[in-house]
């Protein structure tokens, strides 16, 4: 059984930034992509960034040139740098690391950007 731990969450002031990763207990193989969503009060989950097997990556319209994704060489960690915070970033933020068959998630972490 895979598990993913996220860490860096945490309450930052706007303008902060903070650092996000996340850890598959093993190496995983065959990886697609590796992704990172958020979750906010109220809202529906979706995709913050993600970066695939090739190296693309694709962000969302509302962290693009604020948030940066990238990963180790083993494909065993995925990271998350937040630059820039802002208040309506505030959510709980999970990682995902995905197969072709299978998709694995984290358990999620906190992030509040106080105004």
């Known amino acids: 059984q895979v598990q993913l731990v996220e860490s860096g969450g945490g309450l930052v002031q706007a303008g902060g930034s903070l650092r996000l990763s996340c850890v598959a207990s093993r190496r995983l193989f065959a990886i697609i992509n590796m992704a990172w969503y958020r979750r906010a009060p109220g809202k529906e989950r979706e995709l913050v960034a993600r970066?695939?097997?090739?190296?693309?990556?694709v962000y969302a319209d509302s962290v693009k040139g604020r948030f940066t994704i990238s990963k180790d060489n083993s494909w065993n960690t995925v990271y998350l740098q937040m630059n820039s915070l802002e208040p309506e970033d505030t959510a709980v933020y999970y990682c995902?690391?995905?197969?072709?068959?299978?998709?694995?998630w984290g358990q999620g972490t906190q992030v509040t950007v106080s105004s």
């Open positions: 995902n690391m995905q197969k072709k068959e299978v998709a694995y």
């Open positions: 970066i695939t097997s090739s190296g693309n990556m």
